[in-house]
């Protein structure tokens, strides 16, 4: 009887446990809950006498959003929320309808016209594969600030083996993360294309062109043409008058390209992040015949996903102080 007893403490002792486990690995913190597209249904109500097509979305218990919206916002039946649709759209006027207890959430996301669609990120990032576990922890950091192409390549100093991580071979594990990193910003709903290419040579030579970076699917500006300013993380030579400066870069390639084109133009910001060993000479010469400057971002040794951070937090100040202000550009 006393084995038969500890057998059973043992038991619910490490069940309790996987589900403590479980529970802390699904729990998310959200400043906006989004859904794909397909899980909404759409139905048509009578209000103030016009016909209006509301969206809903039914999730279930287990479902992270779910216990966000019931143990770390606590809301309660018509209690409002900010939600979205990826690639589609965000409202600000979303409620819970039901809340079951041990049956997950009914909520109204809003009507069509509640949702707006904000402005894609215009800077983009070319990222040498850093070790799987870095990559995971990496990739909602890279959507958190606002991306819209994330190119993932390989290099003379990334391991052949990263691009057998289960990222690679189970893309929605990635785009979940890409997901869970807009969901955090809650700023836009556009969710970051994702290429790979393992040969980065090849790449450059023969795949890349700073076309593919245009916003050829968004609806801002559809008919200007778009100029990609192209940066890469590396140490300048010392002939380069800007020193590797990041904004005198963006400056400069800014400049030129408004001299040479007489109509308005779109521009795009690209920046290239090595590996943790730095990118090698011949690569960042190939990167140089594409049109990428060499740019500094400080003085030290950063891990790549620091670079990626700071790359990231300085080109969209960029864009937000300069770009969209070229009257600051002496």
């Known amino acids: 009887y006393m084995q038969t007893f500890f057998m059973w403490i043992l038991h619910h002792f490490v069940q309790r446990r996987i589900s403590n486990i479980a529970h802390n690995k699904t729990v998310r913190y959200l400043n906006r809950v989004f859904f794909e597209?397909?899980?909404?249904?759409?139905?048509?109500?009578?209000?103030?006498?016009?016909?209006?097509?509301?969206?809903?979305?039914?999730?279930?218990?287990?479902d992270y959003r779910s216990l966000h919206i019931?143990?770390?916002?606590?809301?309660?039946p018509n209690d409002r929320l900010k939600c979205g649709i990826l690639n589609f759209g965000c409202s600000d006027q979303s409620w819970v309808v039901e809340s079951r207890p041990n049956n997950g959430v009914l909520l109204c996301l809003g009507t069509l016209e509640e949702f707006y669609k904000p402005k894609r990120p215009i800077v983009d990032i070319i990222l040498a594969v850093p070790r799987p576990l870095r990559l995971e922890r990496l990739l909602s950091v890279i959507s958190c600030q606002g991306v819209g192409k994330l190119t993932l390549?390989?290099?003379?100093?990334?391991?052949?083996?990263?691009?057998?991580?289960?990222?690679?071979?189970?893309?929605?594990?990635?785009?979940?993360?890409?997901?869970?990193?807009l969901s955090q910003a809650g700023t836009d709903c556009f969710v970051p294309e994702v290429i790979v290419r393992k040969n980065l040579?090849?790449?450059?030579?023969?795949?890349?062109d700073t076309n593919q970076f245009n916003?050829?699917?968004?609806?801002?500006?559809?008919?200007?043409?778009?100029?990609t300013l192209a940066l890469i993380a590396h140490p300048p030579n010392e002939d380069d008058v800007t020193g590797g400066r990041f904004f005198d870069q963006l400056d400069s390639l800014l400049q030129a390209s408004m001299a040479n084109v007489d109509s308005g133009l779109h521009h795009r910001v690209v920046v290239a992040i090595g590996p943790e060993g730095g990118w090698d000479e011949e690569e960042v010469v190939m990167f140089e015949k594409k049109g990428f400057r060499r740019v500094m971002l400080g003085n030290r040794i950063l891990r790549t996903d620091i670079a990626v951070?700071?790359?990231l937090g300085l080109a969209h100040?960029?864009?937000d102080t300069r770009l969209n202000n070229p009257n600051s550009i002496e």
């Open 153 to 181: 390549v390989g290099a003379r100093k990334v391991e052949k083996d990263y691009f057998g991580s289960h990222l690679f071979r189970r893309p929605l594990e990635m785009r979940n993360e890409l997901i869970l990193g």
């Open 317 to 319: 100040e960029w864009v």
């Open 37 to 62: 597209y397909d899980e909404c249904k759409s139905e048509k109500m009578l209000l103030e006498e016009n016909l209006k097509n509301f969206f809903y979305a039914d999730i279930g218990e287990t």
């Open 70 to 76: 019931k143990k770390i916002l606590k809301l309660q």
């Open 215 to 227: 916003s050829t699917t968004s609806s801002e500006l559809p008919t200007l043409p778009t100029s």
């Open 201 to 208: 040579t090849k790449y450059l030579l023969n795949d890349f």
């Open 309 to 311: 951070s700071v790359a």
